[in-house]
């Protein structure tokens, strides 16, 4: 069973950086399609980014393009999120994801990925 556990969040003055972290057990990594949600209490999941397999393929919602980088680091097992000029639209719970089904892709949909980390909290503001 894969099991993903995200590390990094915090603290940050709007304009600032942060880099988010993905630990994966369980499986090796190169058999995963990654990615990173983030879902504010009483709102709908979002897709942030995705990574496909072998790093080929990337997408990011409109929101986040020019602010976040993702990439991964599959012998050390770990998933990145790279972000700067945060805002306080970006205040939220971000999650790392997992899919075995998605071969040389990936898509912003929930539904796609069948593991899911715990959480690490970002917050931006003065």
């Known amino acids: 069973q894969l099991q993903l556990v995200e590390s990094g969040g915090g603290l940050v003055q709007p304009g600032g950086s942060l880099r988010l972290s993905c630990a994966a057990s369980g499986f090796i990594l190169d058999y995963y399609a990654i990615g990173w949600f983030r879902q504010a209490p009483g709102k709908e999941r979002e897709g942030v980014s995705c990574?496909?397999?072998?790093?080929?393929?990337?997408n990011y919602a409109d929101s986040v393009k020019g602010r976040f980088t993702i990439s991964r680091d599959n012998a050390k097992n770990t998933l990145y999120l790279q972000i700067k000029s945060l805002k306080p639209e970006d205040t939220t719970v971000y999650y790392c994801?997992?899919?075995?089904?998605?071969?040389?892709?990936?898509?912003?949909?929930?539904?796609?990925?069948?593991?899911w980390g715990q959480g690490t909290q970002v917050t931006v503001s003065s």
């Open positions: 994801v997992g899919s075995r089904r998605l071969f040389g892709l990936c898509v912003l949909s929930p539904y796609e990925y069948e593991y």
């Open positions: 990574i496909s397999r072998g790093g080929g393929r990337k």
